[in-house]
């Protein structure tokens, strides 16, 4: 996994980053955002919210998610993220080979307009022949049989647009295709300290 080898590398630097959980990340998707974000009755992440559940809804439209699954899934299901900085509140994800895919390059073209990914797309576009094999025999809930590269590419655009519509920075992404999660660290290092380390 590239996030050890990339966490051990921030470590050095002094960016401490571990694993977490959201209440608002877990099995129900963007059902479970809603749910979330209402239960905190906070006007500041109404609109970012909503701006979010659309996109988010239509993402898992597209990557033909089944609607019924979400209602019936668990809200204590957290999905955890591996690399969280504390003192800023920011999600960092190292993304290797598996999450450059024709799918993941679908939800992205449904990403709002203000987000630049460029980038992760063009990866995508470079990568999806390969990658859109890797775990294609894997089922996944809401996804069906073959569905985990679809379900991963929906907890991306969970996690993206999730963060900044409850508050937290954006998500920071790093590609780390080759699985080299030290050298990904290198590529980004002088970057990552000027906006983690304040």
Request: net charge negative.
């Given at each position: 996994?590239?996030?050890?080898?990339?966490?051990?590398?921030?470590?050095?630097?002094?960016?401490?980053?571990?694993?977490?959980?959201?209440?608002?990340?877990?099995?129900?998707?963007?059902?479970?955002?809603?749910?979330?974000?209402?239960?905190?009755?906070?006007?500041?992440?109404?609109?970012?919210?909503?701006?979010?559940?659309?996109?988010?809804?239509a993402i898992f439209a597209r990557l033909k998610g089944d609607f019924s699954v979400l209602p019936a899934a668990r809200e204590n299901l957290l999905l955890p993220v591996d690399l969280f900085h504390a003192p800023t509140g920011t999600v960092v994800a190292v993304d290797g080979a598996e999450h450059?895919?024709?799918?993941?390059?679908?939800?992205?073209?449904?990403?709002?307009?203000?987000?630049?990914?460029?980038?992760?797309?063009?990866?995508?576009?470079?990568?999806?022949?390969?990658?859109?094999?890797?775990?294609?025999?894997?089922?996944?809930?809401?996804?069906?049989?073959?569905?985990?590269?679809?379900?991963?590419?929906?907890?991306?655009?969970?996690?993206?647009?999730?963060?900044?519509?409850?508050?937290?920075?954006?998500?920071?992404?790093?590609?780390?295709?080759?699985?080299?999660?030290?050298?990904?660290?290198?590529?980004?290092?002088?970057?990552?300290?000027?906006?983690?380390?304040?």
């Amino acid at each position: 996994m590239p996030n050890d080898a990339f966490a051990r590398a921030a470590a050095e630097d002094g960016i401490v980053l571990g694993p977490q959980t959201f209440d608002w990340l877990c099995e129900q998707g963007h059902l479970g955002l809603e749910r979330v974000a209402k239960a905190r009755r906070d006007p500041a992440i109404v609109e970012p919210v909503k701006s979010a559940l659309e996109n988010l809804s239509a993402i898992f439209a597209r990557l033909k998610g089944d609607f019924s699954v979400l209602p019936a899934a668990r809200e204590n299901l957290l999905l955890p993220v591996d690399l969280f900085h504390a003192p800023t509140g920011t999600v960092v994800a190292v993304d290797g080979a598996e999450h450059f895919t024709s799918f993941r390059l679908a939800a992205l073209e449904l990403y709002p307009p203000e987000l630049d990914v460029a980038a992760q797309r063009a990866l995508c576009r470079e990568w999806a022949a390969r990658s859109d094999r890797l775990e294609r025999g894997l089922a996944a809930k809401g996804f069906g049989f073959g569905g985990r590269p679809r379900e991963r590419a929906y907890h991306d655009a969970l996690l993206d647009l999730g963060a900044p519509a409850m508050g937290y920075p954006p998500v920071i992404r790093i590609a780390a295709a080759d699985g080299d999660g030290a050298a990904a660290y290198a590529r980004h290092r002088a970057a990552l300290i000027s906006y983690l380390i304040r």
